[in-house]
């Protein structure tokens, strides 16, 4: 069964935001998740097992968290790629 995709305001505020390549790039990416949430590029982060993130075109990053034993991806961020991303959504090493 597909995963369900859960995302808040401010994630789809942030996706409406990218340029329109990079936005339609993203849309197709998230979709994708419902059905494979683990995509064979997508990485794990490092000390934080269930969370992946994505490079998209331009430095720009799709992250989300697969909780466990739960049927749902949950989408954290869609943006530029910034040296304080990971720490920002309190996924700092």
Known sequence: MPD???YDRRFKELLNRLPGDIR???RRTIARLASDPF???AKELVSHPGYYRLWLPRNYRLVWCVPD???VVDLLYVGPKSDRLYSNL???R
Do not use: D, T, V, Y
Request: net charge neutral; proline share 7%.
């Open 24 to 26: 339609s790039i993203a």
């Open 90 to 92: 309190g996924l700092g």
């Open 4 to 6: 369900r995709l859960r």
């Open 69 to 71: 034993e739960e049927e």
């Open 39 to 41: 995509p064979s590029k």
